[in-house]
T-cell receptor
Framework: KAGVTQTPRYLIKTRGQQVTLSCSPI?????VSWYQQTPGQGLQFLFE???????NKGNFPGRFSGRQFSNSRSEMNVSTLELGDSALYLC?????????????FGPGTRLTVL | KQEVTQIPAALSVPEGENLVLNCSFT??????LQWFRQDPGKGLTSLLL?????REQTSGRLNASLDKSSGRSTLYIAASQPGDSATYLC???????????????FGKGTKLSVKP
């Protein structure tokens, strides 16, 4: 069974640009969550999608947005990039069938903003 | 507000030693607690998941315990090996709203180095 995949693995952008990251969950998983990891703040929750609906959102500015498609694949978008957006962006999927809500993470996308 | 703390921040041990990593959380209202391993520049690998009604989980040389009332969890690694060197992260899943199961709240991790 394939794991969570994220593309691209590495990105370099300049301030003011926008970027789109993609995540494909484990087959059969319907929940996708996004996290940002930085050396200073650690891992912080961005948002969660289930059945194409955003169900939970972390404390990030509106420049960060996302969506989920009918096949459960998800994208996140960051507009007007700032230097502080440089981070490892991790996607996690879970079955969301109730009970065992173990989350499985992808390898991440390393975003560098110059 | 839920906060997760991991002590120590870094740990260096000789190969073969048994060791314990600590995790504490401030709010006992959690769905579950999950331990992860992260290698440098990589994603997170799930090690153990303990539901809020459970006291411990075991997988191979790993054993994790959960004491919700005191807000503590420990990860025990038996007979450590150089390949165990990584950062170990503890995360609690808090209750959500509007049908959500809630998000994970992470500690800053313990960086483990096992010397041959």
């Amino acid at each position: 069974k394939a794991g969570v995949t994220q593309t691209p693995r590495y990105l370099i952008k300049t301030r003011g640009q926008q970027v789109t990251l993609s995540c494909s969950p484990i087959s059969g998983h319907r929940s996708v969550s996004w996290y940002q990891q930085t050396p200073g703040q650690g891992l912080q929750f961005l948002f969660e999608y289930f059945s194409e609906t955003q169900r939970n959102k972390g404390n990030f500015p509106g420049r960060f947005s996302g969506r989920q498609f009918s096949n459960s694949r998800s994208e996140m978008n960051v507009s007007t990039l700032e230097l502080g957006d440089s981070a490892l962006y991790l996607c996690a999927s879970s079955y969301q069938g109730g009970g065992n809500n173990e989350q499985f993470f992808g390898p991440g996308t390393r975003l560098t903003v110059l | 507000k839920q906060e997760v703390t991991q002590i120590p921040a870094a740990l260096s041990v000789p190969e073969g030693e048994n060791l314990v990593l600590n995790c504490s959380f401030t709010d006992s209202a959690i769905y579950n607690l999950q331990w992860f391993r992260q290698d440098p520049g990589k994603g997170l690998t799930s090690l153990l998941l303990i539901q809020s009604s459970q006291r411990e989980q075991t997988s191979g040389r790993l054993n994790a315990s959960l004491d919700k009332s005191s807000g503590r969890s420990t990860l025990y690694i038996a007979a450590s090996q150089p390949g165990d060197s990584a950062t170990y992260l503890c995360a609690v899943r808090r209750p959500g709203y509007g049908g959500s199961q809630g998000n994970l709240i992470f500690g800053k991790g313990t960086k483990l180095s096992v010397k041959p």
